[in-house]
């Protein structure tokens, strides 16, 4: 979702299993497991997620993921870190609507995908009950709201926004409204509703709702 990217999430920094970054051959191995894992969580759910599965799925030996990762949740956790590196640059279009809709397309689109859409679904509801999978995704959205908070301060810079308008829950705002959408009703949002949740976060924002 290139601006300077956030600090790594700390399960990419505390020592977890799977949480060392090398190149070569352990990097394509840690790739080929975590899109195995991606793949195995869009299929089945989090309680699904079997180690020796995912495994068997990209191809490289069981101790290898056991001894790196040892647990699914310690492995959705290096899946998000990763999910949260990757994921494209926020969208600069000089305007805060612009940039609060591109905002929400990328997520809208995001949720719609074949894979991705599953894939979060079971992570949200993974959350629910697992603490460190709760801890990965927060840190997972930590880094998307850091990605995407300068075109709120740009904006209050440009006039848009009133002066201490909180650029984090802005960004939160535009993204709660196609989650809800997701998780209640089990279909994924479609672009009208990026729309209009982009739309309502920038009126509330210029209304000063988001002001501390």
Do not use: H
Not at 45 to 70: H, M, Q
């Amino acid at each position: 979702m290139t601006e300077p990217r956030a600090a790594a999430p700390r399960s990419a920094a505390d020592g977890a299993p799977g949480a060392v970054r090398p190149g070569g051959r352990t990097a394509r191995v840690r790739a080929a497991v975590l899109r195995a894992a991606g793949d195995a969580l869009a299929e089945l759910g989090f309680g699904g997620l079997d180690l020796a599965d995912v495994a068997r799925r990209a191809e490289v030996g069981r101790t290898t993921v056991y001894r790196r990762w040892g647990t699914p949740a310690a492995l959705v956790a290096d899946l998000l870190a990763d999910m949260a590196e990757q994921s494209l640059p926020r969208t600069d279009t000089g305007e805060l609507l612009g940039d609060l809709r591109a905002n929400a397309r990328l997520v809208q689109r995001t949720l719609a995908d074949a894979r991705q859409g599953p894939l979060f679904k079971s992570v949200v509801a993974a959350a629910t009950w697992d603490t460190r999978t709760a801890r990965a995704l927060a840190d997972f959205y930590e880094v998307r709201v850091a990605e995407w908070a300068p075109c709120v301060q740009q904006a209050v810079e440009r006039g848009e926004l009133p002066k201490g308008t909180d650029p984090a829950e802005v960004i939160r705002a535009v993204s709660a409204p196609l989650y809800y959408v997701l998780l209640t009703s089990g279909t994924a949002p479609d672009e009208p509703a990026a729309d209009r949740a982009a739309e309502a976060a920038a009126a509330a924002a210029r209304a000063g709702v988001f002001v501390r």
